[in-house]
């Protein structure tokens, strides 16, 4: 089992509450919760792209720091762990990722790898004028095909003529070619979108249920849909962490949180921003709050009970990994490296093989 942290290159990471530690993002906390990462073992750090917030009184995810700059930075201070920038591919040409990315490869010493985002958000792009209309949604993961196959060709070749829908090079040239294989990772969710990762990518992200069974039936069907492709890939599971002393607490910690949701960002979020959040119906209060934790499956309390419930979900056939949030990343990463991951069963497996 790997073990990664989504990075909080957003404000208040993934939390839509006010009563959730409130920050800013910066590269000085991104560069701390990753030097704690490296010192306790996990394997990657990776970090969003996200162009436009969802507001609120919390300003939720109004103020986010770019991801290929900051990982840069981050390959500068670190030394062993994979770092994985994203890139919305509707902003930035391939051409211009490749070089990028081997930037950063030689930075990292090849520990660098590209999060594809085919974009499906369309406030983020119409507000600079490259959303190519309402088509997108249908054809985005054809648009990302040729991109990859772009920055792969020039990655192997140093050179692209490559000649499709949505791009045509002309002898277009990428020397120093990348010292190392620049993996990519996407996360696909349509059965269309695994067929993206399966071709393309080395792992899918998914974001998981704390039970374990959407879990499993997102593994059988990305299993099948890589074997079609004639590749394996597996699953990198996405879960928030909150510790606590016991498990009474930290179940305290998560309803103070889900109490303090803020319901107008979560309404932006979900689509339904003309929805009235001041005088609705307890039922429909509680389905916001429930959108607190932006669907991501919880794993709630003590070190002794979160090992257990990773130690379940790591035994699902096909998961490969978890990238984990937290509610305090600092805290958290540094009390999960000490204190959970010498509990976990999957990591001594891993240890003794």
């Known amino acids: 089992m790997d073990f990664g942290v989504f990075l909080p290159i957003g404000n208040n990471g993934w939390m839509l509450s006010a009563t959730s530690p409130q920050y800013r993002p910066s590269f000085e906390l991104n560069r ?37 700059t900051l990982m840069a930075g981050l390959a500068a201070v670190t030394s062993r ?10 902003t930035l040409h391939p051409a211009m990722v490749a070089r990028m990315a081997v930037t950063i490869d030689d930075i990292s010493g090849g520990r660098f790898g590209i999060n594809i985002v085919s974009g499906w958000n369309r406030s983020e792009y119409a507000q600079m004028g490259v959303w190519p209309g309402d088509e997108h949604y249908a054809s985005r993961y054809d648009h990302a095909s040729e991109y990859v196959q772009v920055m792969k060709e020039l990655w192997r070749d140093g050179v692209s003529n490559f000649k499709g829908q949505y791009f045509q090079m002309d002898d277009c040239r990428l020397l120093p070619r990348p010292s190392h294989d620049i993996p990519l990772v996407c996360a696909g969710a349509s059965e269309r979108g695994m067929a993206f990762c399966a071709e393309h990518g080395h792992y899918n992200f998914m974001i998981a249920d704390t ?11 990305l299993s099948g849909v890589a074997a079609a492709a004639g590749r394996e890939i597996g699953t990198y599971a996405l879960y928030t962490v909150i510790l606590a002393d016991t498990d009474e607490e ?18 932006f979020m979900t689509g339904q921003a003309s ?31 979160v090992a257990q419930q990773i130690d379940r979900l790591a035994q699902i056939p096909g998961t490969s990994g978890m990238m984990l949030t937290f509610d305090d990343f ?19 497996a891993t240890a003794a093989d």
């Not at 994985?84 to 591919?89: F, G, P, W």
């Not at 929805?275 to 794993?299: K, N, R």
């Not at 805290?331 to 010498?342: L, N, Y």
């Open 32 to 68: 701390d919760i990753t030097l704690a990462a490296e010192k306790h073992g996990f394997e990657f750090v990776l970090s969003m792209v996200k162009l436009r917030g969802f507001g609120g009184k919390t300003e939720f995810w109004d103020y986010n720091l770019e991801s290929f």
């Open 81 to 90: 762990i994979q770092l994985y920038a994203s890139v919305a591919t509707l």
């Open 211 to 221: 039970e374990g069974d959407k879990l499993r039936a997102f593994n059988e069907t």
């Open 250 to 267: 930290a179940r305290a910690r998560e309803q103070h949180y889900r109490d303090g949701a803020d319901l107008d960002a979560i309404a």
């Open 275 to 305: 929805l009235d959040t001041a005088g609705t119906t307890a039922q429909v209060i509680s389905e916001l709050q429930g959108a607190t934790f932006m669907g991501i499956g919880l794993l709630v309390g003590s070190p002794a009970t």
């Open 330 to 348: 600092v805290k958290g990463v540094e009390r999960f490296g000490s204190e959970v991951m010498p509990l976990l069963q999957c990591r001594q």
